[in-house]
C-alpha cells in the first residue's frame, strides 16, 4: 500500500509533466470515444431514417436501390407500381396501413414526395418518433403542400407562400414547371434530421392533377392547360405509385408477405426489410469508419509512447529517490510496482479526464451537432464498446509502464543505496 | 520468531573476513579485498580513505545491496551470504538506519512523513515505536524536536522546501526511528557549513547513546574524527 501511495504522491509532485502526459492520454480517449460515438451515432441517424415501417415495396430492381429512392429520395425507379398492385397489397390480411409515394417532380432542385395523408401519422424516424410540425397542417386542398424544414430555412418559406412545382428531377434549369398549378404551403414540418426535411410534400391525387395534360412526359400541345378550380372537381385517382412504405399487423408475418410480394405475377415489384437494406448500404460505406477507428487507435499509441518516454526521461533524475527507499527496505520488486504504479495512476486519470470529456462535450454540443449536420449523438450509458475501449489503453498503459519499471528495477539493483552523480 | 529476536548480542555490530568484491567480470574493473573489518556494538567508526578507494562499496557490502563474490559478512551476528535477495532487504529495513551525503529525502513528502517512512517498510521498527499511529508520529516529533526541528512548522513542511541543514537533520531523524541497531552515513556532513556540521554531529551523537546503535559513518573531514572510538582507514584494510 504504501508503494500506491508514494507512486500517488510522486505522480502529484511532477506536476506539470504528469498533468501533460495525462492530457495527452485523456485527448486520445476523448478522440477514440468520440469517433466512436460518432460512428455508432451516424450508425443509428442512418438506420433510424425511417422506423415503424415493415416492408418498403417497389418494381423490381436492387434493394439498395429501392431504398435509396424511396428512403432518400436519390435517384429514381426503373418502374412505378400500377394501382391495382397496391390495392391488391393493401387486401393483405397481414397489411395493416399502406403509404404509398410518388417521385418525379421537384422544386428548385428539392424532391417532390406525392402520398397520402397517412404519411404524417405513419412515418416514424429514430425512435418510433412522428412527425411534427412547427408551422401549419397537413395538405387539406388539392394544392396544398407541406415542406420540410430545411427547405422552409434555406428557402425562406412560410405557411401560405405559393410555390410552383416542375417536372422532372434533373437539374433545375432544364425542367419544365407546373406554372398554372401553384400550390400553397400548408405546413412546415419540423426538423427530423431525415431526408424529409429536404422533402416537398403533396397529395397523390395533387400529383394526378398537375400532370392532367402531361401523360406522354411533356405536355401535350393540343390539351388546354386546366386551372385549378377544374381540378378540384375533377376525379383524380392515383393511377400509379413509385414506391410503398407498408406496416403490418404482427412482424411475424414480415417474411410471408415479403415472399408474396416479390413472387407477385402480375408486376415484377419487390419488397424489402428496412433493417436488412440499411445494413447492406452500411457495409457499403462502413470502411470510412474503420479509418477513422485506426487514425484514433494510433493516437492512442503516441499518446502512451509520451506517457513511456516521460518516465523513462525522468528515471535518471529518480535515482536517489529509488536509492532512498531501498535504503528503507524497499526491494526491487517494490521499486518496479512504484514505476508500473505510476504509469497506471497517469492512465487512470487520463482515461478518466477523457471520459468524463467526452460525454461532458456531447452533452453540451449534441443539440449543435444535430441542428449543423443533422447528426443525433444519442447519450446513452457506455456500452460494452466503450468499455472495452476504455479497458484496452488501460491495459496497454500499464504494459507499457512495464518498460520503465524494469529499467527502474535493474538500476536499483545496480545502484544499490550509493547513487554519485 | 523475528530477525531482531535472532540477533546474538555478544557477536560484533559487523564483522567482514576475506571480503572480496568485484564490479563486473572484466579484470580491469573494480575490486576491493578486505581481510577482517570489524565494528562493536555501540561502538562509532569512522571509515576514511580517498575517493575511489571503496568507501560507498564497502557500506553497500554491510548493507546487503551488494553482494560480495567471496567471504563472510556478518551484520548483527547474521551471515549475510546465507540470505536471500528479500531477506536482505527486510533485514536492511529492520536493523539498519541509513544517511546519505545530501538530497537524501524524498521531495514530495513532508518532514515527518520523510521520518516515517521506514516503518512502512519494517514491522519490527513500527512496534519499536508504538502500535498505534499516534504513538509512531508522537515518536518521529521527538526525534525532530531532538534534533531541532519545529514540529509545529518545519515537520510539516515539504522536504524540497527545507534548508540543507534541516534536511540532514530530519535524515537523521530518518535513520535513528524504529531503533536500529546500526547505523549508516555516508559523508552526512559534507555539504553543511563547520558550524552545522558540529551542531549535527552533536545531535547524532546524542541520539547514537540514546538508542545504543553502532555508528559507522564515512567521512573526508580529519577534523571530525576524534569524536568517534574508532577510526578506519580504508587503504589499510584492504587491497583494491
Known sequence: MIILRLAFKSVINRKFTTLLTIFSIAVSVVLILGVEKVRTGARASFTNTISGTDLIVGSRSGGIQLLLYS?????????????????????????????????????RGYRVVGTSRDYFSKFRYRRNIKLGFTEGHAFQDLFDTVIGAEIAKTLGYKVGDKIILAHGTGPVSLNKEHGDTPFRVSGILASSATPVDRAVL???????????????????????????QILRKMKLNPKAATALYVGLKSRMQTFSLQRWINSYPE???????????????????????????????????????GMVISILASLN?????????????????????????????????GVILGFVAVYGAILLVQPFIESLTGL?????????????????????????????????YLTSLSDGLMIKF | MTVISQIKSESPAVLLSNTDFRWGASTDSFRLRIDHFRLEREESNILVGPSGSGKSTLLGIICGTLKPQEGETRVLGQRLE?????????????????????????????????????????????H??????????????????????????????????????QQ????????????????IADEPTSSLDEEIQSAFLDQLFLQKEKTGSSLLMVSHNPRIAERFDTITELDKISHT
Open chain 1, 71 to 107: 428512403i432518400f429520395h436519390i435517384g429514381d425507379a426503373t418502374a412505378n407500381i400500377t394501382w391495382k398492385t397496391v390495392e391488391d397489397i393493401r387486401k393483405r390480411k397481414e397489411v395493416d396501413w399502406v403509404v404509398p409515394i410518388a417521385l418525379g417532380d421537384s422544386h
Open chain 2, 128 to 165: 519499536a515505536c508504538g502500535l498505534t499511529q499516534a504513538e509512531c508520529y508522537s515518536e518521529a516529533e521527538k526525534l525532530l524536536e531532538t534534533l531541532g526541528i519545529d514540529i509545529k512548522s518545519t515537520a510539516k513542511q515539504k522536504a524540497v522546501e527545507l534548508s540543507i541543514g
Open chain 1, 267 to 305: 408486376e415484377a415489384i419487390l419488397g424489402i426489410l428496412p433493417g436488412v437494406a440499411f445494413g447492406q448500404l452500411w457495409a457499403l460505406i462502413g470502411n470510412v469508419e474503420k479509418v477513422l477507428f485506426l487514425i484514433s487507435a494510433m493516437v492512442v499509441f503516441t499518446a502512451i509512447l
Open chain 1, 317 to 349: 533524475e529518480r535515482r536517489r529517490e529509488m536509492a532512498i527507499l531501498r535504503a528503507m527496505g524497499a526491494s526491487p520488486i517494490e521499486i518496479f510496482t512504484l514505476l508500473a504504479a505510476e504509469a497506471a495512476t497517469i492512465a487512470v486519470f
Open chain 1, 202 to 228: 403533396v397529395s397523390m391525387e395533387a400529383i394526378e392533377a398537375i400532370h392532367v395534360g402531361w401523360e406522354t412526359g411533356d405536355f401535350q400541345k393540343d390539351k388546354v392547360a386546366q386551372s385549378p
Open chain 1, 376 to 408: 443525433y449523438i444519442e447519450i446513452s450509458t457506455p456500452g460494452w464498446r466503450e468499455f472495452l475501449t476504455i479497458a484496452a489503453i488501460l491495459g496497454a498503459s500499464v504494459l507499457a509502464g512495464i518498460l520503465p519499471a524494469i529499467r527502474a
Open chain 2, 168 to 183: 540532514q537533520r530530519v535524515a537523521a531523524a530518518r535513520a535513528f526511528i524504529g531503533f536500529p541497531k546500526l547505523i
Open chain 2, 82 to 126: 546465507e540470505m536471500g535477495d528479500l531477506a536482505r532487504d527486510r533485514f536492511r529495513a529492520d536493523n539498519i538506519g541509513i544517511i546519505f551525503q545530501q538530497f537524501n529525502l524524498l521531495p514530495y513528502l513532508s518532514a515527518i512523513d520523510n521520518v516515517l517512512l521506514p516503518l512502512n517498510f519494517s514491522m519490527s521498527k513500527k
